[in-house]
T-cell receptor, first 114, second 113 residues
Framework: NAGVTQTPKFRVLKTGQSMTLLCAQD?????MYWYRQDPGMGLRLIHY???????AKGEVPDGYNVSRLKKQNFLLGLESAAPSQTSVYFC?????????????FGDGTRLSIL | KQEVTQIPAALSVPEGENLVLNCSFT??????LQWFRQDPGKGLTSLLL?????REQTSGRLNASLDKSSGRSTLYIAASQPGDSATYLC????????????FGEGTQLTVNP
């Protein structure tokens, strides 16, 4: 049981380049989330999804897009990377609201924008 | 807007000591409160989840309490061990759809042998 898997683990980009971060979960969870973690800022929610084919904005959505074409996958895209997007990105998943199950996190993607 | 604060930001204790980590939040209309552990270079591991209707949860040497009216939670670690060294994060779950979490910045704990 892999849980939540993030790909890639590390990446260095140049300003203006684009890329997609992939998150996959094998727990049949309905909800999936993308967070970024920055020193002194804690984890902040970028986008989330409450089910296949749905997405919604979190606290800091600007500069990012997401898609959830399949229930098990949640993709985070950077169309034109900026140095301010240098961060550690975490994906998480959880079952339907109303359960007492916590969010499960991946190990993160460390992204540097030069 | 919900704000979550964790005090202290860092804590260093000798092995065997009992310790308390604090978490406060500004909006008492929460769905749940979760405590996570994060090791360097790793993701978050859930330790305890307290539903809004509960007062506390226990798992092994860990005990978490919740006081919604005062906007506070504590994580008690008994008989600390060097393996407990990590960053501990508190997160508050909202009652709106999606079960979104608002995180504190964490307490970095070091347990010295």
């Amino acid at each position: 049981n892999a849980g939540v898997t993030q790909t890639p683990k590390f990446r260095v980009l140049k300003t203006g380049q684009s890329m997609t971060l992939l998150c996959a979960q094998d727990m049949n969870h309905e909800y999936m989330y993308w967070y970024r973690q920055d020193p002194g800022m804690g984890l902040r929610l970028i986008h989330y999804s409450v089910g296949e084919g749905t997405t919604a904005k979190g606290e800091v959505p600007d500069g990012y897009n997401v898609s959830r074409l399949k229930k098990q996958n949640f993709l985070l895209g950077l169309e034109s990377a900026a140095p301010s997007q240098t961060s550690v990105y975490f994906c998480a998943s959880s079952p339907l609201l109303g359960t007492s199950q916590p969010q499960h996190f991946g190990d993160g993607t460390r992204l540097s924008i030069l | 807007k919900q704000e979550v604060t964790q005090i202290p930001a860092a804590l260093s204790v000798p092995e065997g000591e009992n310790l308390v980590l604090n978490c406060s939040f500004t909006d008492s209309a929460i769905y749940n409160l979760q405590w996570f552990r994060q090791d360097p270079g790793k993701g978050l591991t859930s330790l305890l989840l307290i539903q809004s209707s509960q007062r506390e949860q226990t798992s092994g040497r860990l005990n978490a309490s919740l006081d919604k009216s005062s906007g506070r939670s504590t994580l008690y670690i008994a008989a600390s061990q060097p393996g407990d060294s990590a960053t501990y994060l508190c997160a508050v779950g909202r009652s709106s759809s999606g079960s979104r979490l608002t995180f504190g910045e964490g307490t970095q704990l070091t347990v010295n042998p």
